[in-house]
């Protein structure tokens, strides 16, 4: 489905992507987790070709893509959910919604609000502007990803922005059309009930691959790790972010 050979992303003489390889399999739920800095949301810009890598392939579908544009993969069905999604002035979820779903056909639209949880048809008509919600403008988001149908959606940080109690459901919608469209879905995130909805956790510590497989196992190197990287900061103390 998605292979990545040797993959390498430098800036200056630093390497933020340090020789990964992986092979993510078709209809499975990622969560790419590791400390703050770690590489994960650059990985993740790798594969939507937001950045270039500076060696290594990636490959979709058996094609090489890493020096295609982002306009080419999303024509092979590859979407992004960024962790701040944009606003535009004078630009409604209507406008934005027929464009990613390629039709203005209210009904087809109406389809989809219900498919990510949102009744009411006056969202529809709501500007795409600053005076939106947290989790309205990521259910937009959301909505606009999920209407592309992708055959591969990477999520990055969405519960940035949004309260305790939209987290579940969202972690539901992404696990729902993962099963039930065959989307393989890569979820960048440092929140738990992302990564204990994940078949696979994927944990990235200075650009490397240094963890693969389910949270349970994870959880003792997240915590060793999130010690490492905060005492760089404050010093020797007793501190952990996964508990």
């Given at each position: 489905m998605l292979e990545l050979k040797d993959l390498y992303f430098s800036v200056g003489d630093r390497n933020i992507i340090d020789g990964i390889n992986y092979t993510f399999e078709k209809g499975k739920f990622y969560g790419i987790t590791g400390p703050n800095g770690s590489g994960k949301t650059t990985l993740a810009k790798l594969i939507m070709g937001i950045n270039t890598p500076n060696a290594g392939e990636i490959r979709f579908g058996g094609k090489e893509i890493s020096q295609w544009p982002i306009t080419e993969r999303a024509r092979e069905g590859i979407a992004y959910s960024f962790q701040q999604p944009a606003r535009f002035k004078g630009i409604t979820f209507r406008d934005l919604l027929a464009m990613a779903a390629g039709t203005d056909d209210e009904d087809m639209l109406l389809a989809l609000l219900r498919r990510v949880g949102i009744c009411s048809l006056s969202f529809l008509d709501k500007p795409v502007d600053a005076k939106l919600s947290g989790g309205e403008i990521k259910k937009i988001e959301l909505a606009t990803t999920i209407a592309r149908n992708p055959r591969l959606?990477?999520?990055?940080?969405?519960?940035?922005?949004?309260?305790?109690?939209?987290?579940?459901?969202?972690?539901?919608?992404?696990?729902?059309?993962?099963?039930?469209?065959?989307?393989?879905?890569?979820?960048?995130?440092?929140?738990?009930?992302?990564?204990?909805?994940?078949?696979?956790?994927?944990?990235?510590?200075?650009g490397k691959l240094v963890y693969r497989g389910d949270l349970q196992g994870a959880l003792p190197m997240l915590n060793d790790l999130s010690v490492c990287n905060y005492r760089k900061c404050v010093g020797d103390r007793d501190v952990g972010c996964y508990r």
């Amino acid at each position: 489905m998605l292979e990545l050979k040797d993959l390498y992303f430098s800036v200056g003489d630093r390497n933020i992507i340090d020789g990964i390889n992986y092979t993510f399999e078709k209809g499975k739920f990622y969560g790419i987790t590791g400390p703050n800095g770690s590489g994960k949301t650059t990985l993740a810009k790798l594969i939507m070709g937001i950045n270039t890598p500076n060696a290594g392939e990636i490959r979709f579908g058996g094609k090489e893509i890493s020096q295609w544009p982002i306009t080419e993969r999303a024509r092979e069905g590859i979407a992004y959910s960024f962790q701040q999604p944009a606003r535009f002035k004078g630009i409604t979820f209507r406008d934005l919604l027929a464009m990613a779903a390629g039709t203005d056909d209210e009904d087809m639209l109406l389809a989809l609000l219900r498919r990510v949880g949102i009744c009411s048809l006056s969202f529809l008509d709501k500007p795409v502007d600053a005076k939106l919600s947290g989790g309205e403008i990521k259910k937009i988001e959301l909505a606009t990803t999920i209407a592309r149908n992708p055959r591969l959606a990477i999520y990055d940080e969405p519960d940035t922005g949004i309260d305790l109690w939209t987290i579940q459901p969202m972690v539901r919608l992404l696990k729902r059309e993962q099963k039930e469209h065959g989307t393989t879905t890569l979820v960048v995130s440092h929140n738990r009930a992302f990564l204990e909805a994940a078949d696979i956790v994927l944990m990235i510590s200075e650009g490397k691959l240094v963890y693969r497989g389910d949270l349970q196992g994870a959880l003792p190197m997240l915590n060793d790790l999130s010690v490492c990287n905060y005492r760089k900061c404050v010093g020797d103390r007793d501190v952990g972010c996964y508990r």
